[in-house]
């Protein structure tokens, strides 16, 4: 078991909490990403310099569990009446971890930033939890593990306001199928960006950011040559298109977590569960090993709906243990690689697959997360978080190995 132990804010850091001025001048109010990037960096390098001595002291004190067991609550649940009722879930149960939406799958914050705030000058706050420091407060009294979700590189919203920041289709902001679009993981403002986000996550007192969406879009290899966007810095690098992707996606992994290093907060990050079974997705960037190797926890999602004819099983979603059995089998070997591996604590199925069609899938209920808890057990995996889009858990789960 381990514990937070924080000491003093020195000075430095706390300068932080004004992290330069997001606009270029009084009259051009457009966000000037690159221009708070710069006079940030100063900051930012001397308190790394000083984080060996001093820790960011949000005022909360959370225990990382023996083992993380966790929920995902959307930032809907958190702000509203069924927040309550999840935590009387986690409570009566052996749960003992929430992943809360802080920035969510369109781009937008779910809560809206102090005024003045660097933040509040980018307008992209809802007021979905409408008191932040006032649930995590609710959690510490709980022992609730907070862990904030930042979604990174699909943000329909930065795409839209900063088009020079996303991919274009002609004279149009790109969308995929499900009209989102994605930002620029080659671009160092995008990640400066999300990390301003993830730095103040930790100051409401989060103990842990949880970077999803760290990728290009699925099928990207297929429009790479189609589509007009800046390499930034890749410009010049000797790499093929794909590892100048895993590139990008893995220095990315590895600039967040240094630049919350001064914070005490734990980092993880979600990734597709075959990324694990090949040398790379190639479309994406994802490198499961690169990646692992600059997080503290690896979340990879392996939702049994989600796989198709794998590990020689015909119809996973049927099979929830012998899916889970072997996925885990794979990623132990990967991560035994590994010089510093990360812990993992796999994404799990708590919801039922109807969009398979008939005979493909199953209801799941506690029966079947409990074949997929019992399978990480068997393999040595004691993490694990569950997702119901929905947070409509199934009853009367045992959650212990």
């Known amino acids: 078991m381990k514990t937070w132990k924080w000491m003093t804010v020195c000075a430095v850091s706390i300068s932080l ?3 330069g001025n997001v606009y270029a001048d009084e009259e051009d109010k457009t966000p000037d990403f690159t221009q708070r990037a710069y006079e940030t960096a100063e900051l930012d390098s001397q308190v790394l310099a000083s984080s060996k001595l001093f820790k960011f002291d949000s005022g909360l004190e959370f225990t990382y569990p023996d083992a993380v067991r966790g929920i995902f609550v959307t930032a809907h649940s958190a702000g509203g009446e069924r927040f309550d009722s999840l935590i009387n879930l986690v409570d009566k149960t ?5 992943v809360i939406d802080i920035k969510e799958d369109l781009g937008y914050l779910t809560y809206i930033p102090e005024e003045g705030s660097d933040l509040a000058k980018l307008d992209m706050g809802q007021a979905l939890i409408k008191d932040p420091r006032a649930m995590l407060e609710k959690l510490e009294k709980k022992e609730i593990y907070p862990i904030a979700r930042v979604v990174v590189f699909k943000d ?5 306001q900063r088009p020079e920041l996303t991919f274009m289709d002609g004279d149009q902001v790109w969308k995929n199928n499900r009209g989102e679009s994605f930002v620029n993981p080659f671009l160092k403002e995008v990640w400066d960006h999300n990390v301003q986000i993830a730095i103040e996550a930790a100051k409401l007192g989060f103990k842990e950011i949880q970077f999803d969406y760290v990728r290009f879009p699925e099928g990207f290899e297929n429009r790479a040559n189609d589509l007009t966007y800046s390499l930034g810095d ?14 990008a996606v893995t220095e990315f992994v590895a600039y967040a977590k240094e630049q919350l290093q001064p914070y005490g907060v734990e980092v993880s990050v979600d990734i597709f569960g075959y990324a694990a079974t090949l040398p ?16 503290d926890v690896i979340s990879s999602m392996i939702y049994p709906s989600h796989w198709t004819s794998y590990f020689g099983i015909a119809k996973p979603d049927l099979e929830p243990y012998q899916l889970v059995t072997e996925y885990a089998k794979v990623e132990n070997q990967v991560l035994a690689s590994l010089d510093n591996a990360p812990v993992s604590r796999p994404w799990l199925q708590d919801f039922t697959a109807s969009y398979l069609g008939a005979g493909n899938y199953k209801r799941y209920g506690k029966v079947e997360v409990e074949a997929q808890i019992k399978a990480l057990n068997d ?9 119901n889009a929905g947070n409509s858990y199934s009853e009367g789960v045992d959650y212990t190995p």
Not at 94 to 98: F, G, P, V
């Open 94 to 98: 052996e749960l003992n971890a929430m």
């Open 234 to 247: 890749y410009e010049d690098s000797a790499a093929d298109p794909i590892q100048r992707r895993v590139e």
């Open 379 to 387: 393999q040595g995996i004691e993490e694990f978080l569950l997702w």
């Open 17 to 19: 909490v004004s992290i």
């Open 156 to 160: 329909t919203v930065l795409a839209e």
């Open 280 to 295: 790379e997705a190639p479309g994406i960037g994802q490198n499961f090993s690169k990646i692992s190797e600059n997080v």
